[in-house]
């Protein structure tokens, strides 16, 4: 057990670790072989972590997570088949109980907002030292939510008018915010929601005022920006 008010990072990075008995299973999700086996490497020094899984791309993701369903995926953004971010949402419910930590070379706050909010209990970048990305898959497993040391002291330095703006939507506000990016009319919202097209032009108008946004172009381009939109093709 840690001692009271000592977060499991904590246990790992300061008076030593306390492992569990159980042994926890990792799918390891990125594209280049050099950084899974890196990975391998590190984690195989833990005694109660393995890897059941590689995959370079999101449909080898979604394979391997129905098959293994394992107790943790490590989750790069960039993969050849489209980004991570809705990968994410499809993970975990393919195997709701897995819980998803995102390393990757993505450090700005728009990546690391809405990986949180699609699901991703913990986000490490891949600048910080290999010791913080085994504190944060020992972190989420006690039921934390982790950031590497560099996104937690960014985010203490911001002011919240710095992060994301999609921040400030709720849910409905950010269904709405997708598909006006994507191109659907208020009439077509209104039918795959479910909602009047009446609410529909009142989330609008509190989206394009929150986002400060102009136009369906301008969500569009932001939800280009961040990854959200679906692959084409």
């Known amino acids: 057990m840690r001692a009271p008010g000592a977060s499991a990072a904590d246990a790992h990075a300061g008076r030593g670790t306390v492992y ?7 799918v390891l999700v990125d594209d280049h072989a050099i950084v899974r ?7 195989g020094l833990e005694p109660d972590f393995r890897v ?14 129905g098959q293994h369903r394992p107790d943790l995926v490590a989750l790069d953004l960039s993969l050849p088949d489209g980004s991570g971010l809705p990968l994410i949402e499809h993970l975990r419910s393919v195997a709701p109980d897995t819980r998803i930590v995102v390393l990757s070379m993505h ?7 809405e990986a949180l909010r699609r ?24 039921n934390e939510q982790f950031l590497s040391s560099d996104l937690r002291q960014r985010r203490a330095e911001q002011p919240e ?3 994301d703006p ?49 136009s369906e172009l301008e969500l569009y381009r932001m939800a280009s920006e961040r990854g959200l939109l679906p692959a084409s093709g």
């Open 52 to 65: 059941v899984g590689e995959c370079r791309s999101a449909d080898d993701a979604v394979e391997a997570v």
């Open 161 to 163: 008018s710095a992060l």
């Open 20 to 26: 569990s008995k159980r042994m926890y299973s990792i």
């Open 37 to 43: 086996e890196g990975f391998k490497r590190l984690i």
């Open 166 to 214: 999609l921040h400030r939507l709720t849910a409905r506000e950010h269904e709405v915010f997708l598909l006006l990016a994507c191109g659907r009319t208020p009439k077509q919202v209104a039918a795959e929601l479910g909602i009047g097209q009446k609410t529909v032009y009142i989330h609008r108008a509190s989206v394009m005022g929150k986002l400060n946004a102009g």
């Open 107 to 113: 450090d700005g706050e728009p990546y690391v907002s």
């Open 119 to 142: 699901g991703a209990s913990g986000y490490v970048t891949k600048g910080v030292a290999p010791e913080e990305l085994v504190a944060g898959l020992r972190a989420v497993m006690q």
